[in-house]
């Protein structure tokens, strides 16, 4: 599986951006996918999850009501994004897609994309 971000980018506090994931291959065995962070000098930390039928997602406090995460499906590609709003400078981060497989818990990772938040 390939997973491949896009979306990041310098923005100011309050505004808002989207992410995407764009996920291509053997996505059959993915069960769900989520968006991870991390900000210089900290441990990653989940921000967000969601199953690829979209009926079950999950948010870190942090982010709970700012953020949305979403997915769609077409021929076999999954696609999912996380819509933030009222951006904050503590938002600064690497943000990496994570895709969790069936059976056994594999993990892909793609390579991340940078949201930085100026004040």
């Known amino acids: 599986v390939q997973l491949v971000e896009s979306g990041g980018g310098l923005v100011q506090a309050g505004d808002s951006l989207r992410l995407s994931c764009a996920a291509s291959?053997?996505?059959?065995?993915?069960?769900?996918m989520g968006w991870y962070r991390q900000a210089p000098g900290k441990q990653r930390e989940s921000v967000a999850g969601?199953?690829?039928?979209?009926?079950?997602?999950?948010?870190a406090d942090s982010v709970k009501g700012r953020f949305t995460i979403s997915i769609s499906r077409d021929n076999a590609k999954n696609t999912m994004y996380l819509q933030m709003n009222s951006l904050k400078p503590e938002t600064t981060a690497v943000y990496y897609c994570?895709?969790?497989?069936?059976?056994?818990?594999?993990?892909?990772w793609g390579q991340g994309t940078q949201v930085t938040v100026s004040s």
């Open positions: 994570m895709a969790l497989h069936y059976g056994g818990g594999q993990r892909s």
């Open positions: 969601i199953t690829t039928g979209g009926d079950s997602t999950n948010y």
């Open positions: 291959g053997s996505t059959f065995s993915i069960v769900a």
